[in-house]
C-alpha cells in the first residue's frame, strides 16, 4: 500500500511540476509572439465562444481586420472593459477606422474607431470550458493552497526517499 501511495504522490507531483512549466512555457511564449489568453465571462458571442471558453488573441492592426474576424477590444462605453464579438463592417476613414462589431447571441451592436496605428486584438484559438479552471488561478487562496498541496506532496516524496534507504 506504501509504494502505491508514493507512486501515485510522485506522479502527482511530475505531473503538477509539468504543467506549471509548460505554463509558464507557454505564457512566455505567447507574450513573445504577440499572443495573450482570454477567459470568456459572457455568452454573447454563443454558440460560436462559450462563457467559460478561453481564447487566444493576437495582436492585430485594424487595416488587417475584416468583416467576419472575431476581435478583442476596448469596450468604450464601459471604461475599457475587454470585449469580444464578431466585426460586422471596418470603415476606413483618414487616420482612423470605424468599426461595427456584434456578439453573436446580442442584438445590439457597437460602433467605435481607433486610430490607424493602435491595436486589437483577433482570436485565433478558442479552448472550450478551459477558461473555468484557469479562473480559479484567478483566486489567492486557490494558488495558495497549490502551492501548500505541492509542497507537501514534495515534501513526502523526500522523506519517503530518505527513510527507504
Known amino acids: 500500500m506504501g509504494r502505491r501511495l508514493r507512486r501515485w504522490a510522485r506522479r502527482a507531483v511530475l505531473a503538477a511540476l509539468a504543467a506549471?512549466?509548460?505554463?509558464?512555457?507557454?505564457?512566455?511564449?505567447g507574450m513573445a509572439t504577440g499572443h495573450r489568453l482570454l477567459i470568456v465571462r459572457s455568452g454573447s458571442?454563443?454558440?460560436a465562444i462559450a462563457a467559460g471558453d478561453a481564447v487566444v488573441v493576437r495582436a492585430a492592426r485594424p487595416h488587417a481586420v475584416r468583416a467576419g474576424d472575431v476581435v478583442t477590444f476596448a469596450d468604450?462605453?464601459?471604461?475599457?472593459r475587454l470585449l469580444t464579438h464578431r466585426v460586422r463592417q471596418v470603415l476606413p476613414e483618414?487616420?482612423?477606422?470605424a468599426f461595427v462589431t456584434q456578439g453573436d447571441a446580442n442584438t445590439g451592436q457597437e460602433r467605435w474607431t481607433m486610430s490607424s496605428d493602435d491595436t486589437l486584438a483577433t482570436v485565433v484559438l478558442r479552448l472550450p470550458k478551459?477558461?473555468?479552471?484557469?479562473?480559479?488561478?484567478g483566486v489567492p487562496e486557490l494558488r495558495a493552497g497549490l502551492v501548500l498541496v505541492a509542497g507537501l506532496l514534495l515534501s513526502s516524496a523526500?522523506?519517503?526517499r530518505i527513510w527507504a534507504r
Open 20 to 29: 506549471g512549466c509548460s505554463a509558464l512555457a507557454a505564457g512566455g511564449v
Open 130 to 137: 478551459a477558461g473555468y479552471g484557469l479562473a480559479g488561478l
Open 94 to 97: 483618414p487616420g482612423r477606422f
Open 76 to 80: 468604450p462605453s464601459r471604461s475599457g
Open 158 to 160: 523526500a522523506l519517503q
Open 45 to 47: 458571442m454563443a454558440p
